[in-house]
């Protein structure tokens, strides 16, 4: 769809606050009318619609399509959502080492050692470490308190954790990032660190390096989202 709009603007009502193109109202695929729960996520969506110069490139508006999952996705299927993001919490990467060599078990202990404290504390959890690919059942305690976090996001919350979930692989990054502990450009490097390992020992190629920006950038703004919905 090309641009036909000339003004974009927001409008508070009842369900929060609407995004209005030269004053009609922007629908969601589902055609259910576009709004958003404070002004803050309001205005970054406002910025990703006035930024639209021809064509509309969903790709480039990501606040919009979590915007669009929160409302046609997650508020008609909240249960399945909070049951898919938890279900990190029996195989989360911060877990998961590898058998050696000892340079990258001490890599993946600095990288993922103090996040996992950091949900020990908080959630007063424990976690068994994996060494090698084999699944290790987490304490039933632990997977419990975690999924209970999940289910306490709001709908708008969950569209951004499910994206972040998938990236990364971690239900505690995820979390982290949901409770402000940590930022996305600092927990990046540590999600990715086996990756920056290898790319050590056998360099990369272009392919390798893009395809990360892309997921890096994903990453951010996914995690802004998060926050912003708060």
């Keep these: 769809m090309k641009r036909f709009w ?3 603007t927001t409008e508070r009502g009842a369900a929060g606050f609407a995004i209005r193109l030269d ?8 055609r259910a009318e576009l709004y958003l729960p404070n002004e803050a996520l309001a205005r970054a969506v406002k910025v990703e619609w006035d930024a639209v110069d021809d064509i509309i490139d969903p790709a480039a508006m990501p ?6 999952a929160a409302i046609d996705r997650v508020a008609n299927e909240r249960a399945a959502f909070v049951a898919a993001i938890g279900e ?7 877990c998961y080492r590898a058998e050696g060599p000892a340079a990258l078990l001490e890599r993946q202990a600095a990288a993922w050692g103090h996040w996992l404290h950091w949900a020990e504390a908080r959630y007063l959890i424990g976690f068994h470490l994996v060494h090698g690919i084999m699944h290790m059942p987490q304490p039933a305690t632990t997977v419990a308190r975690l999924q209970q976090a999940v289910a306490a996001l709001n709908d708008w919350q969950l569209a951004a954790a499910s994206k972040l979930a998938a990236l990364s692989g971690s239900l505690v990054a995820v979390l982290a990032l949901a409770e402000g502990r940590a930022q996305a ?3 990046w490097p540590d999600l990715i660190a086996d990756e920056l390992w290898q790319e050590e020992q056998w360099g990369a190629d272009d392919y390798a390096l893009k395809n990360r ?3 890096a950038a994903d990453f951010a703004a ?9």
């Design 222 to 230: 996914a995690a802004r989202f998060l926050i912003m919905a708060a």
């Design 185 to 187: 450009e600092t927990i």
């Design 88 to 94: 990190y919490a029996e195989t989360d990467l911060f």
């Design 213 to 215: 920006r892309d997921r």
């Design 6 to 8: 000339k003004k974009v």
């Design 23 to 30: 004053g009609r109202a922007v629908k969601t695929p589902m």
């Design 63 to 68: 606040m919009t399509g979590f915007a669009n």
